[in-house]
């Protein structure tokens, strides 16, 4: 990282009992933070405290035009407030969600560049989506209250069982967890050739320097990784996960 006496960001992440960060959405900028070597900290919330925290701050910048704006949630439109968010320290500005902060972050500090869309990319991420979406939740979500603590454990499990309609332990009955894998396997092993698509320039995606991409399956590889280390082994045994994942690994070292 730089050599600063200040960050130039506060970041707020999300609090787990391993104190570094596991959220694959807030993995996805702190690469970015860290590939770009800006130097910033860290602020773990609770689950419980990301709304209320948050709202402070928007409340309290509102003469600012860039503050925190809840983005929409996808159950009934409703207003959310959610991590990642950031303060830029220089001019004060708080903004929150990936997609706004990355572009946020690439027009501020734009060396070394970090591509935040492609036409391979966006194709990328999108059957990613489609395809181990369903596996991803099912040996994550189910697992991921394992790394809470007590007031966050409670406030999981049941704003997520209200949302899913039954127990989280539920999505690991019986032969649920294979059958879910099963069932993406041939779109999650399509999805690995595509990363594969420039191999001949590089481990990345676009070949020889990350994109926006890399850091979208990275993030998400290590929060696998973090929640439980044998759902992360399953990603890798597909080719493109594992090359992706070593690639970005010298940008993972700032963890908390």
Known sequence: M???SEPEIVLYDLACTKNVCFSPTV???RLMLNYKQIPYRTIFLEFPDIEPTLKMLQF???KFPSGLVPGESTSGGKLKFTVPAIQHVPTNTYLMDSAIISQFLESTYPEPP??????LGREIEAKSRAMASRAFRTSVMSREILILSPRSQEYFRRTREASLGHRL???LDGDK????WSAVADGTRAVG???RTNKAEGPFVLGARPSYTDFFFAGSLQSARMVDEGVFQRFMKYPGY???YEACLPYMEKND
């Open 2 to 4: 730089a050599a600063q």
């Open 27 to 29: 993995w996805r900028i």
């Open 60 to 62: 309290s910048n509102l």
């Open 114 to 119: 970090v591509p935040l869309t492609s036409e």
């Open 169 to 171: 332990e539920d999505l």
């Open 177 to 180: 967890e294979e059958e879910a």
């Open 193 to 195: 050739e595509l990363m």
């Open 242 to 244: 594992k090359e992706i």
